[in-house]
């Protein structure tokens, strides 16, 4: 590193004080509508983030266009409010240059799965260490009501009068289809489980991928309370748990069995099948991540919630700095003056 | 036999043949070779866009032309004396640019049936009389080179692949210069492989015996040193410049360089000569597209480093609004434009200068962008560093805009004293106290570079209109106003720190020809024809173009006329008239080619007989 940046930034790892939520509150007007799910997700960040009790000023929050970018606003950290979907590239050009920054980006379905596409998956294949945010509200909340990539197929919007006639994207699949190396998911309104999940993908070394289910009350009020309301939320989504079996209805009385590659609902309470006969959630095992991930839209299973997958992999600002320490270590450090006159030289006098 | 030994003043030389044939390689180790002999020159490559073109066909002709002396060469030459064509579409379509009575080194194998064939040949030109007004020096360069290397039981494809020494070797006895540089290239660049070590120096040293032995070539030519300036030399291209350029600037700077950057021609250069410099700490990063190359500079930029993106005109067309991000969160970015034949895809391979009012003007709102432009191969080492200590001392994105003549032609080129180059360094913001983003320097209107990891300058930064100061989202009428001549105003302000304008030539006169970019060599040359003539013009180049130098308005009332010549429709000549006022005349030519000095100095003289009428 320059002696320029050197000059001027903090070394240390731990901060030297001890952090409340409040430390990461600005003085901002929070702009949500009353109601969003968004007001949860911060909520939660703000709460967990002084438990890694890592310096506030090495913390960067970059975001794209929507409602979810508004984040970096309310967060006291650096942050850069960027364009639409590249929140992703402006984030990976950070680490890459400051690899001990702690670099989050916070996206939507939108910013992320739509103009953001592109760059998602490639931040993801190159596993660099990012934590994404990505806060699914199956619409378009800034524009005023469009539908959005992972809308469902024939869902009626401002811009889809007859019903929208795109297939949905499914985020967690994506996100495997592009080898991410912590691919999860949870939701708004489950704060212990949004806490939980997002501290492993802060400790996950690589990319974290985190889609949250976020309930737009304007234009998509109740997109996903078959999974977040009491009344229906037990029986129509299963916790994934590293080493223990899926379980789920309200009275604990069902589980998902594999029947060769093909998950199935089964009864615990027939007597034909115990928790012993149930699939076991492996974090490691990316075969299974898939079929865990293909279980989200299909009516039949309970849906997924949890960290599907957790894997170590090479870090690309790991493997950045390992070739310029070979390069120097190979050629000494750069010399400008022997730069400038490479190659064949000749002299007029 | 007896050879004639002859003088010349200057000389060029065009290498012509298929695109597999190695055409560049020869040219360029013609080129290195001249140049450590001393002489002035200037090169102009120019290959097809396809890969590997089919064999023979006439949009498969590489060629690379070189323009050497003992005199100031600032051009590659508008013709050439001597065309080496290894086939007949090679002959077919460089026949034009030779000059009457030119030499044509012709390799005969290259004319056979279905050559002539692809070559849209009616019959053997080689044979019938229509190149009488020609020197033709006929040769199988092919057979004979199969001779040299029959007893090394090499491949045909190896033995095909090295026919273009034999050429080169012929060149080398022709005029007069040393084989040694090209063997020790060989040596070098196929270490590993003996065999095609061995075989291309036999083929060069065959070639440059078969010169001298045969009958065929009778006349052998010197070409002096140029008296060029006192100094140390290297020849340089444009790309090559550009890269270390950067790495200049960033280390006067103190900063860390990171590019990126997705392949495009003619800037990939750029990309795989700075993937080398490892060792300065550089960090170049081939994105997965011409926008995630850029944003991605803009975060490094917001992690304090001296960020580039390179592209040409198709890439920047992709760029464009993350450019206006960088404005508004006026942060430092370097933003290289290889220009190139336009528009869409346009004409990849050929040059152009069209892209200057997308630099000036092409982005959403009021997105005011310093512009500045390289005028030759090594003017690009110069050009790329002032851009740097723009951006960093206005924090704004500046692009600096190359072509594709600039970025593959080269010149000789005095190495700069690296402690003679001007130090840019600048600083990070560091106390916490009284911290605003958006705080200006009362001077430059540059904000405070402030980055992450310092403790108590946590802050946010944006595309959304703003409050100056605080930086706080702020759509006030009379803000948007104050910020969007806030903006504008700091990028004029450069106007007070830029050298200004000074013609060469005299200061007043009949007509000045005013240029920018890439045309510097043959404006250079026309005008001082018709200066050495008694004419009254002089030439004044501009390197900034936005902003302008202070006093061009001053420079250009001090003469009758003015002209504008461009690779484009006119887009300095509408700068110019909109801002002075003044009736610049135009004079353009979009072929994907440079300017001939020869086209000048007629429009030139038209312009200035018109004026004595
Ligand atoms: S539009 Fe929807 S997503 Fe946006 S702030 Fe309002 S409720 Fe939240």
């Known amino acids: ?349 | 036999m007896e050879k004639i030994e002859k003088k010349l003043k200057e000389v060029t030389i065009r290498f012509a043949g298929d695109s597999g044939d190695g055409m560049q390689i020869t040219g360029t180790q013609f080129t290195n070779t001249t140049a450590m002999m001393g002489n002035d020159l200037s090169t102009f490559p120019d290959y097809p866009a396809e890969i590997r073109a089919p064999q023979g066909t006439l949009f498969g002709v590489s060629g690379f032309q070189i323009h050497f002396g003992s005199a100031e060469i600032n051009t590659p030459g508008d013709n050439c004396d001597v065309l080496v064509a290894m086939n007949a579409a090679a002959l077919k379509v460089n026949l034009r640019g030779l000059i009457p009575g030119g030499a044509i080194i012709a390799n005969t194998d290259g004319f056979n049936d279905k050559n002539l064939k692809l070559a849209k040949y009616a019959t053997n030109p080689l044979k019938d009389d229509s190149l009488s007004s020609y020197k033709v020096y006929q040769t199988d360069i092919t057979k004979l080179t199969t001779l040299a290397l029959l007893d090394m039981n090499l491949s045909n494809k190896i033995v095909e692949r090295t026919k273009n020494f034999f050429a080169l070797g012929m060149m080398y006895w022709m005029y007069n210069r040393s084989i040694d540089q090209s063997i020790k290239w060989v040596q070098n660049k196929f270490k590993s492989k003996p065999e095609i070590v061995e075989a291309n120096i036999r083929v060069l040293k065959a070639g440059w015996n078969f010169a001298e032995t045969t009958e065929i070539f009778t006349v052998k030519y010197t070409v002096e040193p140029a008296s060029l300036p006192k100094g140390k030399y290297r020849n340089i291209t444009g790309n090559s410049a550009t890269a270390i350029g950067l790495v200049a600037a960033a280390e006067k700077a103190n900063l860390n360089l990171f590019l990126g950057t997705y392949p495009i021609t003619p800037a990939s250069d750029i990309l795989h000569e700075l993937s080398m410099y490892k060792e300065f700490n550089v960090r170049t990063f081939q994105a997965e597209d011409e926008i995630a190359a850029i944003t991605s500079t803009i975060g490094a930029s917001f992690g304090g480093s001296l960020a580039v993106t390179t592209t040409s005109g198709p890439g920047i067309a992709l760029k464009t609004e993350a450019i206006g991000l960088a404005v508004m969160v006026e942060l430092p970015l370097i933003i290289i434009n290889v220009q190139r034949g336009g528009p869409s895809t346009g004409l990849p391979t050929k040059t152009e200068q069209a892209d200057l009012l997308q630099a000036v003007y092409g982005r959403n709102g009021e997105a005011p962008v310093p512009v500045v432009a390289a005028s030759t191969p090594g003017d690009c080492f110069y050009t790329v560093f002032e851009a740097a200590r723009i951006a960093l001392k206005y924090m704004t994105p500046v692009f600096c805009l190359t072509d594709g003549y600039l970025a593959n032609g080269s010149e000789p080129w005095v190495i700069p004293d690296a402690n003679s180059l001007p130090d840019i360094s600048t600083k990070f913001r560091k106390d916490p106290n009284n911290y605003l983003p958006y705080l200006r320097n009362a001077e430059t209107l540059a904000r405070e570079w402030a980055i992450p990891g310092t403790p108590g300058l946590e802050h946010r930064i944006g595309g959304l209109e703003k409050e100056d100061k605080t930086g706080n989202i702020n759509y006030e009428p009379e803000n948007h106003e104050k910020m969007v001549h806030l903006r504008a105003e700091k990028i004029e302000r450069i106007a007070n720190d830029i050298p200004l304008a000074k013609p060469e030539g005299d200061a007043s006169g009949d007509l000045l020809v005013l240029g920018w970019g890439g045309t510097y060599g043959a404006i250079r040359t026309a005008v001082s024809t018709h200066r050495k003539n008694g004419m009254s013009v002089s030439h004044l180049h501009l390197r900034h173009l936005n902003p302008f130098p202070k006093n061009l308005g001053e420079v250009l009332y001090n003469f009758k006329k003015i002209l504008i010549p461009e690779i484009n429709l006119g887009q300095l000549s509408k700068l110019i008239r909109a801002k002075y006022l003044v009736p610049a005349l135009s004079y353009n030519k979009v072929q994907g080619l440079p300017f001939t000095a020869r086209e000048l100095e007629i429009k030139i003289e038209s312009i200035l007989s018109g004026d004595l009428k």
Not at chain 1, 19 to 26: E, G, I, N, S
Not at chain 1, 189 to 214: A, C, L, N, W
Not at chain 1, 284 to 297: E, R
């Open chain 1, 1 to 349: 590193m320059s002696t320029l940046v050197d000059e001027v930034v903090t070394k240390s790892e731990t901060a030297s004080v001890k952090y409340t939520a409040k430390d990461f509150q600005t003085d901002q007007d929070v702009r949500w509508c009353p109601g969003c799910g968004d007001y949860s997700i911060l909520a939660q960040v703000q709460r967990i983030i002084p438990d890694f009790n890592f310096p506030r000023e090495k913390t960067v929050f970059v975001s794209g266009i929507g409602c979810s970018s508004r984040f970096p606003y309310y967060m006291e950290t650096y942050g850069v409010h960027g364009i639409h979907g590249r929140a992703t590239t402006i984030a990976s050009g950070l680490k890459m240059t400051r690899p001990e920054l702690q670099v989050w980006v916070v996206t939507g379905d939108g910013d992320g799965l739509s103009i953001g596409g592109n760059h998602l998956i490639h931040l993801i294949r190159r596993n660099l260490d990012i934590n994404i945010l990505l806060f699914n509200n199956q619409i378009y909340g800034l524009t005023k009501g469009q539908y959005s990539p992972t809308s469902e197929f024939g869902k009626v919007t401002k811009s889809t009068p007859q019903g929208s006639i795109d297939n949905p994207f499914n985020p967690v699949t994506l996100a495997l289809g592009s080898s991410g190396t912590f691919v999860a998911r949870t939701m708004d309104r489950d704060p212990k489980h949004m806490q939980t999940v997002i501290k492993r993908g802060v400790q996950h070394r690589g990319t974290s991928f985190i889609e949250i289910y976020q309930n737009c009350n304007v234009f998509n009020d109740g997109a996903f309370f078959h999974f977040t309301e009491k009344e229906s939320k037990d029986e129509n989504s299963v916790i994934l748990e590293h080493g223990k079996p899926l379980i789920f209805g309200k009275a604990k009385d069902k589980g998902v069995r594999l029947d060769g590659f093909t998950p199935k609902v089964v009864s615990l309470t027939d007597g034909k099948y115990s928790a012993n006969d149930l699939l076991i959630h492996n974090e490691n095992d990316s075969t299974l991540a898939f079929i865990l991930g293909n279980m989200s839209y299909n009516p039949e299973l309970p849906r997924p919630f949890g960290i599907f997958l957790d894997t170590a992999e090479h870090c690309y600002e790991d493997e950045m700095q390992k070739q310029i320490d070979l390069a120097i270590q190979k050629k000494g450090k750069g010399n400008l003056e022997k730069l400038l006159n490479g190659g064949d030289t000749w002299f007029i006098n």
